[in-house]
């Protein structure tokens, strides 16, 4: 199986969460401020009328961390697209080499207060109910390593093209870090490789090369770097020959039962989240972790 | 993915559900009064007393559309051997050329009564709740294409073997046809071939060549053409040396869950049915589908 | 599919529930009673405190048969070993030649009080309740053959490394003496091998060869037979470097759901199991197959 290659190989080593920050200024008060109020923005968007596709760039640097900020702007272009009945498809992207994204932003978890981290944590969901159940088709171009919520991002479109690079990796490794997976990463998860296959991937926290993630299903294709983005347009215009309506009632009926369990549980799982991130000994991991992404850079 | 093959190849041209007629006949409501007055059976049942083995040989041409007409015989058929103790299993077969099973009579769905629309889903509803719950080993010989119905009626067998002939090719492609596959329809398909297959098949409507097929675990196994009815035989011999008792209670478990679930909605599901099968755009779309099919034999 | 060679291939040969003794003493009560008072362990544990790993060794000549003695002391050690904080990892192996365990004592559901067989039952449960919900990581060194009971032993670790030589099978092989595995046992399987693998592999009660047991994804690992135990004592060494805390929500929230089930129906399914093995068919097909063993010993 796969990812007994991927715990063999250096595959493993801890990507998981992302710090949206460079070197040094990581943890810095002062930078998350000025990020706060940054007015550039973090994803841009180009919709195709004629096509009927829009195309997500997520454009965050250093590695499209999915901060607060970043995932407010996601929902409200995701929602924008999605009542606009000229856009049919979706494909997300990331304009930052080498990684499509490095996952939550660690820093709005580590060393904010219950009502920041409850907030972030509602913008997640938010973020996976629209997207798991857009009626869009929504491609994902994954044009870099993809770990954590990178992965989660991944695996609720539709369909997953992956650059074949071997030195990229893609998987759910919070475990890693300490962090459990919430419930619905894991139904996603369930969804799209297995239960067996979820059942080691979470409990290691493995990241897998593109090869490993083509064997279990947890991307659907590989090609060439330079042609995600192409072979993502051109799946994407035999994805829209199909009737569109009862394509749409035909993802719902295979989704739905996901969804709402998160929709009838959402401020339970945000308690459940709130009360194990601002646990002494998470945080204290979470610091750990920070530092060694520090080191790692410096 | 094999349904990648499947979407790039030509397998996905629609082929999905079947009008019970030749050429020009076809919406004659002529023609649909002399079928339903016809008196030779559309099926041809062998039972062999010695074997304990039945074979439902499917002959209603040109390609075992699967009519009220031919469903009702159906039922009536499976019930009486179901009933005779001495018969342990079932091989259903095709004795038209090149096909299993074209699917469900799009001349019983378009421009007929609701009442009409509800009594044909209902015995749709027979025939799967019959079949996939059968204390009977069944194993379907396809020994051609299988579109849409005729796929379904293959994966409610226990067993499936194919002809080894790219030409042919199986799947639920309904949704190619701006119709979409029920939930029973979506249940049998996941515990045949998983989540994650079945959200592709079901979104895509792919059609699959028997190499594919095989890979997904759609079928079980391929054969060349001419010995696909040979090697059912063989297999039904192997599995009726398994204690009966043990097995047909292993089996229960394994499917009642799924048969519960539409045994306590089937009302509910021919509403569903009928509402959606007689709405204007959908009336339609057969329409349009039918035409294209005189358009291909003309 | 690995279940169509393991079907044509020689593994299925009955050999799924085992009988605690040697040849003719197998059915004798006198033998039974000595056994019960027996006072040399059947499972060995070493437990390395340095390296936070126990391992059980079963060692009940001649198969180490899954008797209530067994059971019970299995219980007990797993028990012990739970509430030791020390302890982190579990590896199960066998030090009898060519077999892992070959399952369920027959001699304690043959000729014994409805009372006894639901004894003997509860054990059972517990056994599995315990050890799929462990803390601890646990590996099955799977050195020989390990059918039904065996099987599910196996099944019910995280991880299973197993010897490659094909004269040794695995699966849970109930159906052809003419039991029904349990639904827990079903649902540890679905969890392992998916709904479809197991459909089969359950109705027709296949053993696997070591080559299509890795195929379906029913062991993980195959390893040249002398290397079992090494390999599994590497393996445990990765998955200890794993947060320990994340890793244990992380399996509860993969099998609780499963094991709920169980917990809130104990007692059922003690009755079913009870009226079921204590009817005169099943009595008779138990005491055929014993002679049957019993001959292919003499």
């Known amino acids: 199986m796969a990812w007994r290659a991927a715990l063999r190989s250096k595959a493993v080593i801890p990507g998981l969460l992302s710090c949206?920050?460079?070197?040094r200024l990581c943890a810095s008060p002062t930078f998350i401020t000025q990020r706060n109020n940054s007015t550039s923005p973090k994803i841009k968007v180009d919709f195709d009328q004629t096509t009927g596709v829009a195309v997500m760039h997520m454009q965050s640097p250093p590695v499209n961390s999915l901060s607060l900020d970043f995932l407010t702007e996601f929902c409200i272009s995701l929602e924008k697209l999605e009542m606009d009945k000229g856009c049919r498809g979706l494909i997300i992207t990331s304009n930052q080499p080498k990684v499509f994204s490095a996952g939550l932003d660690i820093l709005e978890m580590y060393g904010k207060s219950p009502e920041h981290c409850g907030e972030f944590w509602k913008v997640v969901q938010e973020m996976w109910l629209k997207l798991y159940g857009s009626n869009m088709v929504t491609i994902a171009a994954i044009s870099g390593s993809s770990p954590a919520g990178g992965c989660l991002l991944s695996m609720t479109c539709d369909y997953r093209i992956m650059a074949d690079n071997p030195r990229y990796t893609i998987g759910l490794n919070e475990t890693q870090l300490g962090i459990v997976a919430p419930f619905w990463f894991k139904e996603t998860m369930v969804n799209t490789v297995g239960h067996r296959n979820t059942e080691v991937a979470l409990q290691l926290g493995l990241l897998y090369k593109p090869a490993e993630a083509l064997k279990i299903g947890l991307v659907d294709q590989l090609v060439p770097e330079d042609q995600v983005f192409t072979v993502a347009t051109q799946t994407m215009t035999k994805w829209l020959?199909?009737?569109?309506?009862a394509r749409q009632i035909t993802k719902s009926m295979m989704r739905n039962p996901t969804i709402d369990?998160?929709?009838?549980?959402?401020?339970?799982?945000?308690?459940?989240?709130?009360s194990f991130i601002t646990k002494e000994s998470i945080q204290k991991s979470l610091r750990m972790y920070m530092e060694m992404l520090k080191q790692r850079k410096a």
Chains 1, 2, 3 share one sequence.
């Open 20 to 23: 949206s920050s460079h070197g």
């Open 241 to 245: 020959t199909i009737p569109e309506h």
């Open 261 to 274: 369990k998160l929709r009838t549980n959402r401020e339970a799982d945000i308690q459940n989240f709130v």
